[in-house]
Nanobody, 131 residues
Framework: EVQLVESGGGSVQPGGSLRLSCIAS????????MAWYRQAPGNNCDLVAT?????????SDSVKGRFTISQDNAKNTVTMNLQMNDLKPEDTAKYYC???????????????????????WGKGAAVTISS
């Protein structure tokens, strides 16, 4: 059974950095798309960044130049990272790891994280940017 587990959330001051990681276990797909979404209270679940099995990356305009998505592949496991630099208060949200075990185009905005739009979801990691 595929499981996604996030780690690395926390609280930092504006301008600081955090690194999120997501371990996808039993993830044995030849083609896949992995993504980070985020959702702040009262907001949509917004796509932050994606990385495909061939290493192609994409970012939302709001994080381009500040966030970097990467992945490491091992047998039956994919680890996806999100390096977040120059964090701003508007980056405060719960960040969700998501994956599709096939060629897929991630939806930019969902009503809620964790229920649809991707095949698999993690439980989320809270990120708070505050002075």
């Amino acid at each position: 059974e595929v499981q996604l587990v996030e780690s690395g959330g926390g609280s930092v001051q504006p301008g600081g950095s955090l690194r999120l990681s997501c371990i996808a276990s039993e993830f044995t797909f030849d083609e896949f798309l992995m993504a980070w979404y985020r959702q702040a209270p009262g907001n949509n679940c917004d796509l932050v960044a994606t990385i495909s099995s061939d290493g192609t990356t994409d970012y939302s305009d709001s994080v381009k130049g500040r966030f970097t998505i990467s992945q490491d592949n091992a047998k039956n496991t994919v680890t996806m990272n999100l390096q977040m630099n120059d964090l701003k208060p508007e980056d405060t949200a719960k960040y969700y790891c998501a994956a599709a075990g096939r060629r897929w185009s991630a939806i930019q905005a969902l009503g809620a994280c964790g229920s649809y739009g991707m095949d698999y979801w993690g439980k989320g990691a809270a990120v708070t940017i505050s002075s």
